[in-house]
């Protein structure tokens, strides 16, 4: 039968920065097996699809170092402390894009990007009637391109594999199905 595991000791591992590691000593509790396993402790993200008055969505494309190689993805980020999502996504739309809107995003998901070791949630939002506002405002490390793809343009480069982080298909799958885009 499918349980949840009773954690029997808990020993903090790493900290580095956008993630720490927990190592956990857990029991099932209807047969007794042990095992040793590790937690990603990573705060909350946020991602958000800017859409344009014109129904154009706001892209950016960002070297990673994980993949080393050039992505293109919605803008996000980490939440901070105590910060709303609805306001880190925005906030990071406007800090990446130097887009913003007038109206408020719309969640459209909470999503648990890998419920094997992490521990986080991811939300997804959408904002409409975003236009340029500002310059954008990128930390130390940031390098990043803005770019305006129409709906089917995204789907091409969706089929064709040019958009492949796993968390902006999940915000498109959201998007697609709640917007009837498909």
Same mark, same amino acid.
């Given at each position: 039968?499918?349980?949840?595991?009773?954690?029997?000791?808990?020993?903090?591992?790493?900290?580095?920065?956008?993630?720490? /590691?927990?190592?956990?000593?857990?029991?099932?509790?209807?047969? @007794? &097996?042990?095992? !040793?396993?590790?937690?990603?402790?990573?705060?909350?993200?946020?991602?958000?699809? +800017?859409?344009?008055?014109?129904?154009?969505?706001?892209?950016?494309? %960002?070297? &990673?170092?994980?993949?080393?190689?050039?992505?293109?993805?919605? +803008?996000?980020?980490?939440?901070?402390? @105590?910060?709303?999502? &609805?306001?880190?996504? %925005?906030?990071?739309?406007?800090?990446?894009? *130097?887009?913003?809107?007038?109206?408020?995003?719309?969640?459209?998901?909470?999503? %648990?990007?890998?419920?094997? $070791?992490?521990?986080?949630?991811?939300?997804?939002?959408?904002?409409? *009637?975003?236009?340029? /506002?500002?310059? %954008?405002?990128?930390?130390?490390?940031?390098?990043?391109?803005?770019?305006?793809?129409?709906?089917?343009?995204?789907?091409?480069?969706?089929?064709? *594999?040019?958009?492949?982080?796993?968390?902006?298909?999940?915000?498109?799958?959201?998007? $697609?199905?709640?917007? !009837?885009?498909?």
């Amino acid at each position: 039968m499918t349980a949840k595991w009773e954690t029997i000791e808990e020993r903090d591992g790493e900290n580095f920065r956008i993630f720490s /590691t927990v190592w956990l000593k857990r029991r099932h509790p209807e047969d @007794g &097996r042990e095992g !040793n396993f590790v937690v990603l402790r990573s705060p909350d993200w946020v991602n958000i699809i +800017p859409v344009t008055d014109e129904g154009k969505i706001v892209m950016i494309e %960002q070297y &990673r170092h994980g993949a080393d190689d050039l992505t293109l993805e919605i +803008p996000g980020g980490l939440i901070d402390p @105590g910060e709303d999502s &609805r306001m880190a996504g %925005q906030r990071e739309c406007t800090e990446e894009t *130097g887009y913003e809107s007038t109206s408020e995003a719309e969640k459209m998901a909470e999503i %648990q990007p890998n419920p094997a $070791f992490l521990d986080n949630i991811c939300y997804t939002y959408i904002w409409r *009637g975003c236009k340029k /506002t500002s310059v %954008q405002k990128l930390d130390q490390h940031e390098d990043i391109s803005v770019k305006e793809y129409t709906v089917d343009e995204i789907k091409k480069m969706i089929k064709s *594999g040019k958009i492949n982080h796993s968390l902006v298909l999940n915000a498109f799958f959201y998007y $697609f199905t709640n917007e !009837n885009n498909l």
